[in-house]
């Protein structure tokens, strides 16, 4: 028996609960995995709420990294030993041992730590798939990033900054705004105290800016719209304060906008891809062109306080949880 977090009902953080699971041996195609340290995400908490219906009682997380402790049949590419990490597969990485598919494991470098990699492996490859596919970045640009002090948005300000993209981006604080300065957005906009669209027409001499990057969702919607040049790009990666609804004829009078709202799914596979995406990134880790590391901690047994700290916005950067 191990420790694990399950929930049986949808609800607040409350609803999580730490208890006794078995994990057995990996069948066909499958590892067992023990967790050093399992990545907090935005999105878990959409799986606690209900926005992203679960099967209950289930688990909670998609993102962790470990040790492998045993293969199944038919596994050829992970051993016994390897360290790896993960961001797709079933629900459950809230939890000291798992059973995973072989396949959505990543094998982690000798240069990077277990720590580090827990930041990265769904927030690192998230700014992959958003910056070099779904809107792929050249450098040169000018671009609007929500959440510049958040997890993804950290690693997001640095890859901007490796490859010459002057961003803008957004933070709730004055405090956060020195975090995600120093990380290498080029200008932020305190969103307490400013007009977002006034600020990035003023920063673009009233051009705005090709393409915004846009988790927050329907609080910023239309500020995304306005800060937009005709024929931007609106990419909608995450609803933090609620679901996105457009009218089509809104996006033609803000300029013959572009709008998409991409899943990782959608972009990591097959795993020969998945595997170029986390090599381009931890390229850039091992150069040192990005630098990653918790910034907030939490014991398994403690996930409900660290759901409450995330949806409270009193984090930056990475939270992670240590069985």
């Known amino acids: 028996m191990v420790k694990a977090v399950r929930f049986n009902e949808i609800g607040g953080p409350e609803v999580l609960q730490f208890v006794d699971v078995e994990v057995g041996d990996p069948g066909p195609g499958q590892a067992r995995v023990r967790h050093t340290y399992i990545a907090v995400n935005f999105i878990d908490t959409y799986f606690r709420t209900g926005r992203y219906p679960l099967e209950l009682p289930n688990g909670l997380g998609s993102d962790a990294v470990g040790v492998v402790e045993a293969v199944g049949p038919g596994v050829s590419d992970i051993k016994v030993g390897d360290r790896v990490g993960y961001l797709i597969g079933p629900q459950g990485a809230y939890s000291q041992v798992r059973v995973m598919p072989a396949e959505v494991l990543i094998p982690l470098p000798d240069g990077i730590s ?56 957004t933070v709730s604080t004055d405090e956060k705004a020195a975090v995600a300065k120093a990380n290498g957005c080029t200008h932020t906009i305190v969103t307490s105290r400013e007009n977002i669209a006034e600020r990035v027409r003023e920063l673009t001499g009233g051009k705005g800016v090709p393409v915004v990057y846009d988790s927050v969702g329907k609080d910023t919607l239309m500020a995304s719209l306005d800060s937009l040049q005709p024929r931007g790009s609106l990419i909608s990666n995450g609803t933090s304060s609620g679901s996105v609804v457009v009218d089509s004829q809104l996006l033609a009078v803000k300029g013959s906008i572009w709008m998409t709202r991409p899943a990782m799914m959608h972009y990591i596979q097959p795993r020969g891809h998945m595997l170029s995406m986390a090599k381009e990134l931890f390229d850039h880790v091992l150069a040192g062109r990005i630098v990653s590391e918790p910034q907030q901690t939490f014991a398994l047994a403690d996930a409900a306080e660290a759901h409450k700290m995330l949806e409270s916005r009193k984090t930056t950067g990475a939270t992670v949880l240590i069985p």
């Open 114 to 169: 277990d720590s580090t990699a827990a930041t990265l492996m769904m927030k690192g490859m998230t700014a992959q798939y958003l910056f070099r596919q779904v809107y792929p970045l050249k450098g040169g640009e000018t671009i609007l990033y929500h959440a510049a002090a958040g997890g993804v948005g950290l690693i997001a300000c640095q890859w901007a900054r490796a490859m010459g993209v002057t961003m803008i981006g």
